[in-house]
């Protein structure tokens, strides 16, 4: 089976079987999208989605949080991972916005890479999901199933992933494509013991058709 073919065939079997993928976080503007994201790293969405309804209250705009202090959205976001740093980013994130891009969120890569807490791959969310621009984030899900199923080559880091699904990938899918990567690699390819049995891309997998078949015999 040659690359072409594989995606074709991954991408068409998302299509038919996960019409609808989307974040799970919550969220109901850029900014508050943004925050979402950078809460995120190395936390579940749906712990996120727990503290995020009276962050965003208290916060419905940069230009507030600017003015707080990282003390204070401690006190919101302490059941999350590394609270600390992210109080601290999320702050000045917010003055930032309000400094450099008049309260708005930037939708270039380069300018949200500026801000405190994002790198590449927030960035990216942003640009996908806030503003449908074409993009490709890759997390830990995306890396995991991409190099396992064969969309990628062994790629060794998360940028070499990115260029190789943004190659290969009709921009009109990207949206998706991301979505389905993620949720593929929550729920059913997990990082320990997938769940290959459940999985409908088998028969396009190289896991499967070099390991898998193996470990379910």
Not at 23 to 35: K, R
Not at 121 to 145: E, S, W
Not at 186 to 208: D, H, N, S, V, W
């Amino acid at each position: 089976m040659t690359k072409k073919e594989r995606y074709t065939k991954v991408l068409n079997w998302f299509e038919q079987n996960m019409a609808v993928a989307e974040t799970e976080l919550h969220y109901n503007s850029p900014f508050h999208l943004l925050i979402a994201v950078i809460l995120s790293a190395q936390c579940t969405d749906k712990r996120v989605n727990m503290v995020t309804p009276a962050l965003f209250e208290a916060y419905p705009t940069p230009e507030v949080m600017a003015v707080s202090s990282p003390e204070v959205v401690y006190e919101y976001i302490k059941s999350i991972s590394y609270p600390n740093n992210k109080a601290k980013n999320l702050i000045g994130m917010a003055r930032k916005l309000m400094a450099d891009f008049g309260g708005e969120v930037p939708q270039n890569l380069e300018e949200l890479e500026s801000l405190p807490g994002v790198g590449r791959k927030t960035a990216n969310v942003m640009l996908i999901v806030a503003f449908g621009k074409p993009a490709m984030p890759v997390d830990t899900h995306v890396f995991r199933v991409s190099n396992r199923i064969g969309l990628t080559d062994n790629s060794k880091t998360p940028l070499e992933t990115e260029k190789e699904l943004m190659k290969y990938i009709p921009k009109r899918l990207l949206p998706k494509a991301h979505h389905w990567l993620i949720l593929h690699g929550r729920y059913i390819c997990l990082a320990r013991k997938p769940k290959c049995e459940e999985c409908g891309l088998t028969m396009c997998c190289k896991y499967f058709l070099k390991i898998g078949k193996k470990e379910l015999l």
